[in-house]
């Protein structure tokens, strides 16, 4: 089976062509093109900017990742979109543009939910077998899910508050750094000591898998703020220690939640588990490093895609789209763009609430 991935629900347009074959799983191309200039003078992604670039990008990034796969159209066998959750206007752009292709084509048609394709990566990426435990975290979201099917997903906890992806946006902002913040606070604390400033660990006084971290970006600004009343403004060694010690919160307090949610998902799957991670915040090496510790120690198995899988892609999608469609499933003219879709409801036709 050889499926054409198309995502465009953020600040990504992506295309990818993913095979599965009696070789296992290939990712024939996987074509990014990131908007992150076009959003830098705003201080965020613009939804009304983002949507008209993916319109504009789609079918360029579906004929290079076409071209870098060697293949043209015939040669597909569906062609799979993300269908939410995301930004609704960029979302209904690769939705248009998949049913345009499949109908030209005349090709079938597969919607995919953008995190289940975050959170299936791990089986296209190491072909982890189902079930396992999946710590989801993205710049809009952050659970822990036991995955035990490509449609079976069921929630253990997760943030009450802000995406652990979205604090370290905020938090790259308040110190002046650039978009996305991950990768520049990530950075900068390499430099930093961790210690030097106080931050929270919010919810660890709670048993469960819940997380908080609009606090921390609270504590980052305080910090900032009293360090400017101080001295006029930040150094360059502020600016580090700042970013090493909140970044050292989000991991502490990500790694204890894990130990927990390994806890209650062992109470129901015996034998040796497996944890995966997955979204842009797994791009982080001090994270990964944490949770890999955190599996060691309750001896599990520990998953973690490449950086280049972890962020957006159309390779996830595309790869989540062919487990639904190697399982006969698939999507009509129909389908439609959802601003909202919770993984545990993740079947098409029952729409849910919130994050
Ligand atoms: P979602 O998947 O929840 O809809 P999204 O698609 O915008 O959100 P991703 O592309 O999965 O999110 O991840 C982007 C987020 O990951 C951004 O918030 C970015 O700052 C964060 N991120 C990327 N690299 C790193 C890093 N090295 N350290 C921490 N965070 C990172
Ligand atoms: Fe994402």
Same mark, same amino acid.
């Given at each position: 089976?050889?499926?054409?991935?198309?995502?465009?629900?953020?600040?990504?347009?992506?295309?990818?062509?993913?095979?599965?074959?009696?070789?296992?799983?290939?990712? #024939?191309?996987?074509?990014? +093109?990131? %908007?992150?200039?076009? +959003? /830098?003078?705003?201080?965020?992604?613009?939804?009304?900017?983002?949507?008209?670039? +993916?319109?504009?990008k #789609?079918?360029?990034?579906?004929?290079e990742?076409l071209? %870098?796969?060697?293949?043209?159209?015939?040669?597909?066998?569906?062609?799979?979109?993300?269908?939410?959750?995301?930004?609704?206007?960029?979302?209904?752009?690769?939705?248009?543009?998949?049913?345009?292709?499949?109908?030209? /084509? &005349? =090709?079938?048609?597969?919607?995919?939910? +953008? =995190?289940?394709?975050h959170? =299936?990566?791990?089986?296209?990426?190491?072909?982890?077998?189902?079930?396992?435990?999946?710590? #989801?975290?993205?710049?809009?979201?952050? %659970?822990?899910?036991v995955?035990?099917?490509?449609e079976?997903?069921?929630?253990?906890?997760?943030?009450?508050?802000?995406?652990?992806?979205?604090?370290?946006?905020?938090? /790259?902002?308040?110190?002046?750094?650039? %978009?996305?913040g991950?990768?520049?606070?990530?950075?900068?604390?390499a430099?930093?000591?961790?210690?030097?400033?106080?931050?929270p660990?919010?919810?660890?006084?709670r048993?469960?898998?819940?997380?908080s971290?609009s606090?921390?970006?609270?504590?980052?600004?305080?910090?900032? !703020?009293?360090?400017?009343?101080?001295? &006029?403004?930040?150094?360059?060694?502020?600016?580090?220690?700042?970013?090493a010690g909140?970044q050292?919160?989000?991991?502490?307090?990500?790694a204890?939640?894990?130990?927990?949610?390994?806890?209650?998902?062992?109470?129901e799957?015996p034998?040796?588990?497996?944890? /995966?991670v997955?979204g842009?915040?797994a791009?982080?090496?001090?994270?990964?490093?944490?949770?890999?510790?955190?599996?060691?120690?309750?001896?599990?198995?520990?998953?973690?895609?490449?950086?280049?899988?972890?962020? !957006?892609?159309?390779?996830?999608?595309?790869y989540?789209? #062919?487990?639904?469609?190697?399982?006969?499933?698939?999507?009509?003219? !129909?389908?439609?763009?959802r601003?909202?879709?919770?993984?545990?409801?993740?079947?098409?036709?029952?729409?849910?609430?919130?994050?």
């Amino acid at each position: 089976l050889t499926l054409l991935g198309l995502e465009s629900s953020c600040d990504d347009t992506a295309a990818a062509v993913v095979r599965q074959d009696a070789k296992g799983v290939s990712i #024939l191309s996987s074509v990014v +093109h990131g %908007q992150a200039e076009m +959003h /830098a003078d705003f201080g965020g992604v613009v939804p009304e900017i983002a949507a008209r670039a +993916h319109a504009e990008k #789609l079918d360029l990034c579906v004929i290079e990742a076409l071209d %870098q796969a060697g293949l043209d159209l015939r040669d597909l066998d569906a062609v799979a979109v993300t269908a939410g959750p995301g930004l609704i206007g960029g979302v209904m752009a690769g939705v248009m543009m998949a049913k345009g292709i499949a109908l030209g /084509a &005349g =090709l079938p048609l597969v919607g995919v939910n +953008h =995190l289940a394709g975050h959170a =299936l990566t791990p089986r296209l990426t190491d072909g982890l077998a189902y079930p396992y435990l999946m710590l #989801l975290v993205s710049g809009g979201h952050c %659970q822990f899910l036991v995955v035990r099917g490509a449609e079976d997903f069921s929630r253990l906890g997760g943030t009450i508050d802000d995406a652990p992806g979205e604090a370290f946006d905020k938090s /790259a902002r308040l110190l002046g750094l650039p %978009q996305p913040g991950g990768p520049s606070v990530e950075a900068e604390a390499a430099k930093g000591d961790a210690k030097r400033f106080a931050f929270p660990r919010p919810l660890l006084d709670r048993p469960d898998c819940n997380l908080s971290f609009s606090g921390l970006k609270t504590a980052l600004l305080r910090a900032r !703020d009293g360090i400017v009343a101080e001295k &006029g403004g930040l150094t360059r060694a502020d600016r580090a220690d700042l970013c090493a010690g909140f970044q050292a919160a989000v991991a502490d307090v990500l790694a204890e939640k894990t130990r927990r949610a390994l806890r209650i998902y062992l109470e129901e799957a015996p034998g040796t588990p497996a944890l /995966a991670v997955a979204g842009g915040v797994a791009a982080n090496q001090r994270i990964r490093a944490a949770l890999e510790d955190v599996a060691a120690e309750a001896g599990a198995v520990f998953t973690a895609p490449p950086l280049r899988l972890c962020t !957006d892609n159309a390779a996830m999608i595309a790869y989540a789209g #062919l487990e639904r469609f190697g399982a006969g499933q698939r999507d009509g003219m !129909d389908l439609s763009a959802r601003p909202r879709w919770p993984l545990d409801m993740s079947r098409p036709g029952l729409v849910g609430g919130g994050r």
